[in-house]
């Protein structure tokens, strides 16, 4: 099963931007759906943006024109470049990889934080 690491987490104030990166092992990436969700505190994991295998995108209706997912498959790398942050956007962000008839593979997360 593919092995996802992510990294680009910090401490941003509002307004700022952030990129997140999700290195994937493994040398069929490009066979994989990917996508980022995340998950605030006492709330449930939700859906941010998710990638097909053909680049097509889709967003959460509250980042949308904000947040922007890519992939560089010569670098099995999912990004997520947000802008425009707000404190609702603090969460733990995870990467997720789904291939047709598997489990779907998760990273452990990286800490979003947006505050003055």
């Known amino acids: 099963q593919v092995q996802l690491v992510e990294s680009g987490g910090g401490l941003v104030q509002p307004g700022g931007s952030l990129g997140l990166s999700c290195a994937a092992s493994?040398?069929?990436?490009?066979?994989?759906?990917m996508a980022w969700y995340r998950q605030a505190p006492g709330k449930q994991r939700e859906l941010v943006a998710v990638?097909?295998?053909?680049?097509?995108?889709n967003y959460a209706d509250s980042v949308k024109g904000r947040f922007t997912i890519s992939r560089d498959n010569s670098k099995n790398t999912v990004y997520l470049q947000m802008n425009g942050l707000k404190p609702e956007d603090t969460a733990v962000y995870y990467c997720?990889?789904?291939?047709?008839?598997?489990?779907?593979?998760w990273g452990r997360g990286t800490q979003v934080t947006v505050s003055s």
């Open positions: 997720n990889a789904q291939l047709s008839g598997t489990r779907p593979a």
């Open positions: 493994g040398s069929i990436f490009r066979f994989y759906e």
């Open positions: 990638i097909s295998t053909g680049g097509s995108t």
